[in-house]
Nanobody
Framework: QVQLVESGGGLVQTGGSLRLSCAAS????????MNWYRQAPGKQRELVAS???????TYVDSVKGRFTISRDNAKNTVYLQMNSLKPEDTAVYYC??????????????WGQGTQVTVSS
């Protein structure tokens, strides 16, 4: 059974920084894509950033130049460094992994979510 555990959310002022982490545990063959999503009150969940095994990254336009996604394959961990935070970044942030399991079936797994609040 795969579990994802997030950490690093909190309250920060506009212009501040936070670093989110998400670590996977359990038995699986390989982690392919690692993603960060966020969901603000009254809004749909949106994909913020993605990173695949070769390190290729993609970002939603609203965070380009401010957020950086990275991964440590040895630790099964993904990070989201968030700089120059704005009130509109306030949301619950979720990590999401696309995993190839030991039985060769692919699965989609989610963290529990961590609250990020940016005060103006």
């Amino acid at each position: 059974q795969v579990q994802l555990v997030e950490s690093g959310g909190g309250l920060v002022q506009t212009g501040g920084s936070l670093r989110l982490s998400c670590a996977a545990s359990g038995r699986f063959f390989r982690i392919d894509a690692m993603n960060w999503y966020r969901q603000a009150p009254g809004k749909q969940r949106e994909l913020v950033a993605s990173i695949i095994r070769d390190g290729t990254t993609t970002y939603v336009d609203s965070v380009k130049g401010r957020f950086t996604i990275s991964r440590d394959n040895a630790k099964n961990t993904v990070y989201l460094q968030m700089n120059s935070l704005k009130p509109e970044d306030t949301a619950v942030y979720y990590c999401n992994y696309n995993i190839l399991n030991s039985d060769w079936r692919r699965g989609d797994y989610w963290g529990q979510g961590t609250q990020v609040t940016v005060s103006s």
